[in-house]
């Protein structure tokens, strides 16, 4: 029978909460819909045969952090598996569908290396995978729930609809509609819509399930599809097609994965609160549902959602811009919410498909960019030992920073006939592990870019106020390693130099030839005079590092001393330590009688022109 239109409306009595209480108990009491599917196997563990899993963006904006991480753990679930991993484009709301953003999401997933095996553009056995060109499939599949009875057409107005939500509104009920349309005869409702009445087909839903989520576990309330209050039933029926006959997100998404055999389905936790109902569409089909996993929201350290404007922006900002490679940004996506038992976070993406597991933690994630600059730098030096495709990338980045920053009269005497990417591949080897961006890397190292350095005065190393190294003996270290020939000017002779400098008698002043002088205590013991050597070597070496690096690189941290030195080649190295030499020779004429470093006391400024005494033994005669 059919049910009366409602309206004029009667007044709504005031409702206590208490009997509303009761009414909702008297609800419960309703045949109560089961619980879903669960699985045999432990939320935590992977399931025990291939996942068949998807990415369904909605091409209504660009793909950001977290949904990187969505289709990345279902990209990981797959080929941990042994699996399929799908892309399916969810265009359905076609109004808010920005032009241009499928195929940017397309790339973004490419550059991210997360390669679907089936989906736009490699096609695959279950397409089209593009929802807007599967409407007829929708359709037919609400047809076929009308014809089963588990749904059924409605010809409310959108007027009607409105003034049955204004007054339960107004009554203080919850929202839902009152199924006048669902008694209406299978005869008559065809009757209209053959003629066209506008009509939206609504699921007679039976209820909504519990589920076992592979995240959070037993999740829903198990609610009944009905409400009962003091008027009348209402019932949450959602509409699978809309008036304009395309199908709403909730019939595509569930038709899609049955149709396409989805094993698997993990989703951002704002998609939870619709899982019942998608499962009580399962039911309506008698299809079994997928295995359920929502992943936890990202926060900020503040807890506060990511946001556009804090960091939640899409992830051309972070390649673009900042320069993250593919696999620092995959790693980091990784980590957020998921935990592994691996003795170091840094992993590759093709480490995490052997490693992924279904160990995602609850609640919300809170994203730390520290860490990404961290894997980062990891990711630079893993490039940089393997020399591969990822390395030239980087070289070629910095080739290009450098190009646009600094002059060719700037570059010529440094790089003398070498090209360009044959000084930076060396220098980026040695400097990997502080690599954040291409930019940063240049600046950081600008002194490799230059020839004219802006060396702050000579200051001895920190800690070193009382030592005894005169600054002569700095130099005629220095003139030493200068020594060193073309073909064998590389960073492990210079090493095997450096190391092998007798600093213990380099540290002795003019004055006093034993090592030991420095350190009354030695005496002439024998072993305490070799423990002083040790200690006025140490010291030295500290001292040789410390001047080197004044010399070469004007104190800036950067590569080794003896990767300095080949990188800068001879013929700049050498000029380098020479102009040093000069700068500290004015210097060392205001040292006192002892002809000791005299600390941080700015030096007399005198010509050190023609003065070859700096080179010590070694000065031409
Ligand atoms: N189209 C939905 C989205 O863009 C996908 C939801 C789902 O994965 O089921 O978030």
Not at 103 to 126: F, H, K, N, S, T
Not at 368 to 395: I, N, T, Y
Request: aromatic share 8%; proline share 7%; glycine share 6%.
């Amino acid at each position: 029978m059919r049910r009366a239109q409602i309206g004029p409306f009667p007044r709504w009595p005031w409702v206590c909460t208490r009997c509303r209480a009761n009414y909702s108990s008297v609800a419960a009491a309703t045949p109560s819909p089961s619980v879903a599917r669960t699985g045999k196997k432990g939320k935590k563990d992977l399931p025990d045969a291939p996942a068949r899993t998807r990415f369904a963006p909605s091409p209504t904006g660009y793909l950001h952090l977290g949904s990187l991480r969505t289709a990345l753990f279902n990209y990981l679930l797959a080929k941990r598996t042994g699996g399929q991993f799908l892309l399916r484009i969810e265009d359905t709301d076609q109004k808010r569908t920005i032009p241009g953003a499928e195929q940017r999401l397309c790339e973004d997933l490419q550059w991210a290396g997360l390669q679907w095996d089936e989906g736009p553009i490699v096609g695959g056995p279950y397409g089209p995978y593009r929802q807007s060109e599967r409407t007829a499939i929708y359709r037919s599949h609400a047809h076929d729930l009308i014809s089963s009875g588990h749904a059924y057409r409605c010809f409310c107005t959108p007027e009607r609809l409105d003034t049955l939500a204004r007054h339960r509104n107004q009554a203080g009920l919850p929202p839902g509609y009152d199924r006048t349309c669902a008694d209406i005869s299978a005869e008559e409702s065809e009757e209209r819509a053959a003629r066209g009445e506008a009509h939206v087909v609504r699921l007679k839903a039976e209820g909504y399930p519990m589920f076992e989520d592979l995240v959070y576990g037993k999740t829903g309330q198990n609610k009944p599809s009905n409400k009962l209050d003091y008027i009348d039933r209402v019932y949450d029926d959602p509409i699978l097609l809309k008036s304009d006959g395309h199908p709403t997100y909730h019939l595509a998404n569930v038709v899609d994965d049955h149709l396409m055999k989805i094993t698997h389905v993990i989703r951002g936790t704002e998609w939870m609160p619709s899982t019942p109902m998608h499962l009580a569409l399962y039911n309506a089909f008698n299809w079994t549902p997928p295995r359920f996993g929502h992943v936890p929201l990202l926060v900020e350290k503040s807890g506060q959602k990511l946001s556009k404007r804090n960091a939640d922006i899409d992830i051309s900002f972070f390649r673009d811009k900042q320069g993250i490679f593919p696999a620092t940004l995959v790693n980091f996506a990784a980590l957020l919410g998921w935990s592994h038992s691996q003795k170091s976070d840094v992993l590759s993406l093709e480490e995490l498909e052997q490693i992924f597991n279904l160990k995602i933690t609850r609640g919300n994630t809170v994203v730390a960019f520290e860490k990404l600059w961290f894997l980062q730098k990891a990711h630079a030096q893993r490039f940089a030992a393997s020399r591969g495709p990822a390395f030239d990338d980087m070289v070629n980045k910095v080739s290009d920073v450098v190009r646009n920053s600094c002059s060719t009269e700037q570059l010529e005497p440094i790089l003398q006939t070498r090209p360009l990417t044959e000084y930076i591949s060396p220098l980026l080897r040695a400097d990997a592990k502080s690599y954040t961006t291409a930019q940063e890397f240049v600046t950081r190292n600008e002194t490799f870019f230059t020839s004219t350095l802006n060396r702050p005065p000579y200051a001895p190393a920190a800690g070193a106020e009382k030592n005894t190294i005169p600054l002569s003996a700095l130099h005629t270290a220095a003139a030493a390693f200068c020594l060193v020939p073309e073909p064998h000017w590389n960073a492990d002779t210079h090493r095997a130099n450096i190391s092998s400098y007798d600093g213990a008698s380099a540290s002795v002043t003019s004055s006093d030839s034993s090592p030991s002088s420095s350190s009354p205590e030695a005496g002439a013991d024998p072993e305490a005079q070799a423990k002083a050597r040790v200690a006025a070597d140490k010291a030295f070496k500290k001292e040789l590092y410390h001047y080197l690096r004044w010399a070469l690189s004007a104190g800036n941290p950067g590569p080794g001393i003896p990767e300095t030195m080949e990188i800068l080649g001879r013929v700049e190295s050498v000029r380098r330590l020479d102009e040093a030499r000069k700068l500290t020779a004015s210097q060392e004429a205001g040292y006192d009688a002892s002809g000791l470093f005299p600390g941080n006391r700015r030096p007399k400024d005198v010509n050190p022109e023609g003065d070859k005494s700096w080179m010590g033994s070694l000065a031409p005669r």
